[in-house]
């Protein structure tokens, strides 16, 4: 039913705006290290060393390894009453603000339990070095900062979740919170030439990054040749600025409220009949019950040109569960599968200026707007602003106004839409710079102008950065004048 804007809805609009967008700014963010440089060196260093340059120690679990007291930092310790109190800090030379620098190596196996830092210390690959670890488990840790190392496995120790690397709130270890990942890399092997599609399943441990903790930060890593990227639980995560690529299922997990993910780059599902779970480039769901708010999903580009039948990726989705204040805004999105952006049950929706592209003839990947999956839920949004393939509304409440569509908008199954205005139909391979799918190429900038959009809760700037100025170009890019 398609009706226009009443006096209730613009007001519910207006309280949609007041919803939290995700502010990490609560968080502490890991600054320019201006403490000592301790030094790690499979190759030279000793048991005896003293984390100099000229006598580095040998390995990174020995350093770690509480019994050696070198980490001046305070542990968590578990009280009769099932809580948490902090030990003194040992006297030892590593302390907050610190770095310690690894060599080009093996590092096996290394577990970073127990130690609550003020401020951030640095494990980081030193200059020119490529330091790798098989595993690495985290817990009951506080600002530790992982920069610039390689981390790769397929087999042999992991933490519970399987992953190669955990970053853990455990019950009985402790909490942990402010724990970042910047610039590292997470694979099972450099080249997957050989691998058969049931490898993408078993080969592979079940994700490269599994975090819970409050207040994590992944920037710039490359994740690649892995089932699952990247599983995120913690609030007040950010993910912003990784290249994530070639895995068989996938690439973003989010289970936390008060979650940004922004400027990613996703791409190359390897999806096959193989893998029993259906893949997506960025996935939200809930654990226990909870209720999920306050999410911003913005200027990521998720592209999937995998010409095979059996191949597909979903673009961004929330399937279950509960979930309130979720903002999708400047996603350019090229994909094969019919659920490019699709919101069930989502409360206080805003699906704004996004490109969605289906690049399967007879697949018309769409922005859906949902009921929840077991019905309870009316689905909630603003829809504006958008270029898309097509566009449906089942069972949900939504503000529709300036969005471009190649097919008309579907409503079904009791959808109620407040219709603002503005909306059109048109082709819009025209519109891009580049759309030949089957060529593997794809340019989702706007090469043609297209009707105008509205600057009222347009973001300020596009994917790519630049400001946006009346009239608004529809869409996640804004057109470059010729």
């Known amino acids: 039913m398609r009706r226009t804007v009443p006096a209730f809805v613009l007001l519910w ?39 100099s340059a000229q006598r580095p120690w040998r390995s990174l679990a020995q350093v770690l390894d509480p019994a050696r007291g070198l980490i001046a930092a305070p542990r968590l310790k578990r009280r009769p009453d099932g809580g948490f109190a902090l030990e003194p800090a040992p006297n030892g030379p590593i302390r907050s603000g610190d770095v310690i620098e690894l060599a080009t190596g093996a590092y096996g196996d290394v577990k970073l339990i127990g130690y609550v830092n003020a401020h951030f210390i640095s494990i980081a690959a030193a200059p020119g070095q490529t330091p790798v670890l098989h595993s690495l488990w985290i817990a009951g840790a506080s600002h530790w900062l992982l920069r610039g190392l390689t981390f790769s496995a397929g087999s042999g120790e992991s933490g519970p979740a399987n992953a190669i690397v955990e970053a853990d709130s455990h019950a009985s270890l402790g909490p942990s919170d402010h724990i970042a990942f910047v610039a590292n890399r997470f694979f099972t092997a450099e080249t ?86 259906h893949p997506d480039a960025i996935q939200g ?16 580009v998720i592209a999937n040109l995998n010409p095979a039948e059996d191949n597909e990726m979903q673009g961004v ?49 769409w922005i859906m707007i949902h009921d929840s999956a077991d019905h309870s839920v009316r689905g909630e949004a603003i829809a504006r ?67 105008p959009g509205v600057a009222e809760g347009a973001p300020e700037r596009d994917a790519d950065g630049r400001l946006r100025v009346a009239p608004v170009d529809p869409g996640a890019y804004v057109r470059r004048a010729p």
């Open 13 to 51: 609009l207006a309280a949609t705006t007041l919803l939290g967008a995700p502010a990490w700014a609560v968080c502490d963010a890991p600054t320019a290290q201006t403490g000592h440089v301790f030094h790690v060196d499979p190759a030279r260093g000793s048991d005896d060393g003293d984390g």
């Open 192 to 277: 997957v030439a050989d691998w058969r599609p049931e490898d993408w399943v078993a080969k592979p441990k079940n994700y490269g990054l599994v975090s819970q903790p409050r207040c994590a930060l992944f920037r710039g890593n490359e994740f690649f040749n892995l089932r699952n990227a990247l599983d995120v639980g913690g609030d007040e995560s950010l993910i912003e600025d990784n290249v994530i690529h070639d895995f068989g299922n996938d690439a973003v997990d989010f289970h936390a409220s008060g979650v940004t993910i922004r400027r990613n780059h996703i791409s190359a599902s390897r999806h096959t009949p193989a893998e029993p779970l």
């Open 385 to 451: 602003n958008n270029i898309a393939t097509a566009m449906v509304i089942e069972s949900a409440d939504v503000a529709l106004d300036h969005n471009l569509t190649a097919k008309p908008i579907r409503l079904q199954k009791q959808a109620w839409v407040a219709d603002g205005g503005g909306n059109s139909v048109a082709p819009l391979a025209p519109l891009f710079r580049r759309f030949a799918p089957g060529a593997g190429a794809v340019d989702l900038h706007l090469a043609a102008a297209a009707p």
């Open 317 to 365: 989705s929330i399937f279950t569960d509960r979930w309130e204040g979720v903002t999708v805004q400047n996603n350019a999105i090229a994909t094969n599968a019919w659920h490019g952006i699709a919101l069930y049950g989502v409360r206080g929706a805003k699906v704004i200026n996004n490109t969605l592209a289906a690049t399967r003839p007879g697949r018309d990947s």
């Open 285 to 300: 769901w809930a654990l226990h019950g909870a209720t999920n708010r306050d999410i911003l999903i913005d200027g990521n």
